[in-house]
Nanobody, 124 residues
Framework: QVQLVESGGGLVQAGGSLRLSCAASGGTFSSYAMGWFRQAPGKERELVTA????????YYAESVQGRFTILRDNAQNTVYLRMNSLKPEDTAVYYCAAANRLGYTTRVHGYDYWGQGTQVTVSS
């Protein structure tokens, strides 16, 4: 059983930056591909970015390409999401998730474990 705990959310002005962290415990972190999802009120949960378990392959949603960066540190059992040039439309609860597979998946149901989420609010 893997436990995931996100941190780093908060309120930021448009154009600002945040770094989210997701600390994993209870499993072999390097065995899991990791993803960051977000869900805004009234909308479906969507994949923002994902990384393979070795960190050598990444995916970014078109809406965040060039602004967000995912980075995993297998030695620290942590995955990060660096968010730059934030926009009001980035406002959502952000979740990290773990998938017991080599490569990342873009499917919500492909992930086995989820964190509790952290709120990101971007003011205009």
């Amino acid at each position: 059983q893997v436990q995931l705990v996100e941190s780093g959310g908060g309120l930021v002005q448009a154009g600002g930056s945040l770094r989210l962290s997701c600390a994993a415990s209870g499993g072999t972190f390097s065995s899991y591909a990791m993803g960051w999802f977000r869900q805004a009120p009234g909308k479906e949960r969507e994949l923002v970015t994902a990384v393979s378990r070795r960190g050598d392959s990444t995916y970014y949603a078109e809406s965040v390409q060039g602004r967000f960066t995912i980075l995993r540190d297998n030695a620290q059992n942590t995955v990060y999401l660096r968010m730059n040039s934030l926009k009001p439309e980035d406002t959502a609860v952000y979740y990290c998730a773990a998938a017991n597979r080599l490569g990342y998946t873009t499917r919500v149901h492909g992930y086995d474990y989820w964190g509790q989420g952290t709120q990101v609010t971007v003011s205009s």
